[in-house]
């Protein structure tokens, strides 16, 4: 059937997180993992069609994005010393705030408490007002209040007073912007404590999210377990520039797994200790963002939530093209317009519903403290809204702060057409004159000298003229040192340059992989109202983990003789394929598959003996065509991987009807 | 050129490691992980060729085993708890032993310190002796000597008694062989200290390679980083079998990063901290290890080092068909013998040279702690043979340790075709005497009287008769418990089954991506005699890094045109390229690509203008053909993807005569 009208079926039956686990579950997409071990919260397996859906995305982002755009992909490893992530803010900034319970030992995000308690009081105050609950119930399955009791054990019906009602409400909008400190006042204020026992907690303190190892047998060289594969390309920045002859922009790109030691992990794959991530760092001259490709995209039109819009308390996106997006300065510039085009692209070819996807822009005080601007792709379940892929701007920052720790350059050099005069204040040394006075600690000074920022050499000028003298410190050394005009002259100093160098910006999409395949989930599950009790996963063929299930009629050696001759040329083309010969009626065999997203079914019969001829049977449809082996997989060839329209692909195949498949 | 022409030409000019490894570093196959802050030995970068090498042994992988064999790919997490790993063995056995120096601090891994250091003194013994170095220096090229004397700072030419040269020989020969004691008694024995200094250091200890970490916030949930990803796939072998209908046998597999913090890495790639692996679990009956496609590889000719024949001194292989080594039992079964011949025709797919190859039993005293039998594929390079994959029967070991401890079953049930009688010792217990004789411990009695194997209860059977009463330790109690003949029975009961349940064995291929990667690198690097400062990567076109370089003749916009319209046709085709409109010459541009192993390049030069035609040119042969765009591509696509030889590909294409490329 059409998009159109698949997005139309899906509607017709209410949608059941419960079920959707269920199938999940039962077909071994993905499972707690070491659950033969009782489990680790935040820790998945994929099973088989996980796995394959899963390799499948990353084919076609690795398509639609390196091939397409020409990337320079690295695999950097994932064990990474303690100084690059205290470099990059990562050791001091990374955390989140944890609060003990000292009599039990429990411990609890403290963001995540306050948010519960609040809102759990809220309830009940309505319960004891008569009121309904609000109506962002759609976030409130069975399931999911289930879990929150295991945390607010019980609801108690207890009404507020009208003040603080509105106090609540007025924290809980905020929440994602509290400091720790500011989360332990609130918990005074609000006598929030564990929600068991009500015993007072701890005051918040940030637990750092990086899980910590040891590199080598001694013990004593500190690593973690990245939290992000963008500092690998970051560190290997000069290298990369080199590989692409010394030219920007270009972009590396970088598919791989990424940890995060969650406090108490909890909605299923959107929150875990253990992702796979695709990241993109787009390498651009600070002073011209524009985008060679941005015409392709330009008419595209998204929704965007702009952050003064949701500081105005609303959450109506704006609808626009990409081109107007950027000409309006609703985003800053083109290379940020075309990636978010064509993270949109990318997210609707591999199975996201349009309808459910809208690009918010972070709110200044939830980005992290890397990023200049971000905008996320946040992708609609019944979790609420979750954001799937960042596309932030991190600016020159990683790049500075490595390049000032390791004193090695990170930067372009571009031979100007023009050369130009540049005025700069300049410091010259009479070196011979330092290592007499300063002895061993000589090159320090030195280095400190010729290292004073403009606007010091600027006021140091100024002091020398005065005094004959200046006098700074210098680090790893006490106290004051003083230097004379003697030693140091520090004039404006006029040059002709042939040569700009800059720190390139970096504009960074980074794909949450597992989180985009638990709302592809949702998206795609659906059942007809005629028949509930069976489930179809909608997922396009080109992400499908099978594309076809091969079904014999009965269990007959002739049968079977052409079911092997099928597979055989399947495994030729490279069409993944399942048998599935077990007994049961070929309805039951293709409710089966239809759990599994499997796009198309071949059934062989007796006709099949006769004349060679086979069925073809669409999942979202139901509809079924015949025609010989090759113009069938020539069809399943053209609809899977060319994104050619079932009907269009099958046009020249006849039409075949056969019984009703709830047999 | 043919694959001999080629093997051929690989041997005019002789290898040398620091070409390689200059070009390998030039081209960003490869870098230090982190050389920015001083580089963290045994982590490295893949940069781009070397990533999309990597990336495309894996999709080679992954159609020759999971997709052809119908495998079940999962991908399980790389945090794994503290009891997984004590219940495999990990946390016990998987370590190296190490010393360390007590003034110094430094730490050396016990067996490669005698290893080095008796070689040396056996060099030195040479040196004195006024005899050239032993036969074996094809091991010992300048950069590992360079290496090497980092450890063993000088060699000196000491004359050695003939005895103990002797000795030093029969130690070496055993080198893998020895325990930690025993290494250190050697250590006192033969004087070996720090190889510098020459200081005593303190006995070896088992240093266990595993990365620790903990998880979640409190810091008690101890964890490590995988050691293999074989143990993800045990643990879910319930789940596994229950997706393949209940029916053995089958396999699963998984490809992902594991770790292992060697002591003191060493060898480049081949040596390494975090490692990608690819590994099958073929779950089979131990009772019929037959394989039904064996028969498609029993012809398959190979190189088997057996174990008896390595017992005996001699490292000349047997070569003989993989259907003659199982029909006479070198190899165990058809299983192992099956997998072995794929393991042989996927390396031979991407790329390594078969002469290079060898099948190597291991010996009783180097298998790993699980393995019932192995046999890796050892891969030639500068650094000798090498271990890249490995195929153990790993016996029903695992699935075994983590049912007893997780009480959990992990066995297949299958239905018996005709009943079978089945006569067994059984214990009987009349259950409510237990409670008011042991209490609270009761449950833990009837639970060892109930899982007593089969020689306990005819021994116990026997003491029953005889006394009245049997006495047995219980896990859990003090001293030894008393149960008499009224409270439990013990007869030997004949039972008519109908299922048959078994724990399957287990055939495990386990490949190591990063080792096979570094030999494909030796076995294809080779220059011509005319130009030995030229170098050529011949990888198979399959999985070259990228297929095609696009080159313009000059920067020209007539030719530009021509050349984006090549390109958008290489982009819809998916075949990756890269496009090089530098000014340098035709010739250094092609000189370069072949460094990165490039097997076609394109020619856009004024005839494309006029008749739409472009040249084709072969990087092994240099051979150049010319025709339309859409022939040419047709060309690439069968040559690369079709397994057509360039000969065949090109047969219709106009041969094409240019000046020599060496300008």
Known sequence: ??????????????????????????????????????????????????????????????????????????????????????????????????????????????????????????KGDKEARGLASDANADADTDAEKKKRKKKVKEIKAVKLEDAVVKEYEEIL??????????????????????????????????????????????????????????????????????FNNGKTPFASASIGKSFRNEISPRSGLLRVREFLMAEIEHFVDPTNKSHKRFPDVKDIKLRFLPRDVQQAGSTVPVETTVGEAVASKLVDNETLGYFIARIYQFLIKIGVDPERLRFRQHMANEMAHYAADCWDAELHTSYGWIECVGCADRSAYDLTVHANKTKEKLVVREALETPIEVTKWEATLVKKLFGPKFRKDAPKVEARLL???????ESYSAELKKDGKITLKVEGMEGEVEVDDKMVSIEKVTNTEHIREFTPNVIEPSFGIGRIIYAI??????????????????????????????????????????TAQVSQTLRKEQIPFKVDESGVSIGKRYARNDELGTPFGITIDFDSVTDGSITLRERDSTKQVRGSVADIIKAIRDVTYQGVSWEEGTKNLAPFNTQAETD
């Not at 332990?184 to 190892?213: C, H, Q, W």
């Not at 290292?451 to 050499?457: F, G």
């Not at 499908?544 to 269990?555: D, E, F, Q, R, S």
């Open 173 to 242: 909008a905020k929440i994602d912007g509290y400091s720790g400190p500011e989360l332990g006042e609130l918990m005074v204020k609000y006598e929030i404590g564990n929600p068991v026992s009500g015993d007072k907690l701890e005051p918040p303190r940030a637990f750092n999210l990086m899980f910590e190892t040891a590199i080598g047998p001694s013990g004593q060289y500190k690593g973690y377990l990245r939290p992000e594969t963008a500092q690998g390309q970051f560190l290997n920045f000069n290298k990369l520039l080199e």
């Open 521 to 562: 989930f949702e998206h795609s599950f659906w059942s007809r109202p005629e028949d509930t009790a069976r489930a179809i996963i909608s997922f396009p063929p080109l992400v499908a983990p099978t594309k076809v299930l091969l079904v014999p009629l009965l269990n007959n050696p002739e049968l079977a003789k052409i």
């Open 1 to 122: 059937m059409s998009v159109e009208e698949l997005q139309q079926a899906k509607k017709a039956v209410d949608f059941s997180r419960e079920s959707l686990e269920s199938v999940l579950k039962r077909r071994f997409f993905y499972a707690p993992a070491f659950e033969l071990y009782g489990g680790v919260s935040g820790l998945y397996d994929y099973g088989p069609p996980g796995c394959a859906f899963q390799a499948n995305i990353v084919d076609v982002w690795r398509k639609h994005f390196v091939l397409e755009e020409d990337m320079l992909e690295v695999d950097c490893t994932m064990l990474t010393p303690y100084e690059v992530l205290k470099t990059s803010g990562h050791v001091d900034k990374f955390s989140d705030w944890m609060c003990k319970d000292p009599k039990t030992g429990e411990i609890f995000r403290a963001d995540h408490l306050v948010e519960e308690v609040l809102e759990a009081r809220l």
């Open 451 to 457: 290292a004073l920022t403009q606007e010091e050499l």
